[in-house]
């Protein structure tokens, strides 16, 4: 059961760092594989949650400028 707990975060943190690099969002790439690990609804607030804390990450990390 941890190993599959491992596996999903490994590839979410994978996911999220190709979508991101590559310009296609986050979303175009983790959202697949979340629905491998999880069902549709629960996958899509994951990425809800993604967003929002990239948002807010970045809002912080930009907000001396």
Not at 42 to 54: D, F, K, Q, W
Request: no cysteine; aromatic share 16%.
């Amino acid at each position: 059961m941890y190993e599959l707990i491992i596996l999903f975060f490994l590839a979410a943190f994978l996911s999220i760092v190709v979508g991101t690099v590559a310009g296609f969002g986050t979303s175009t790439i983790f959202l697949p594989v979340a629905l491998f690990f999880l069902d549709f609804q629960t996958a899509l607030v994951l990425v809800a949650i993604t967003h929002i804390s990239g948002n807010i990450g970045a809002v912080g990390f930009f907000r001396k400028d």
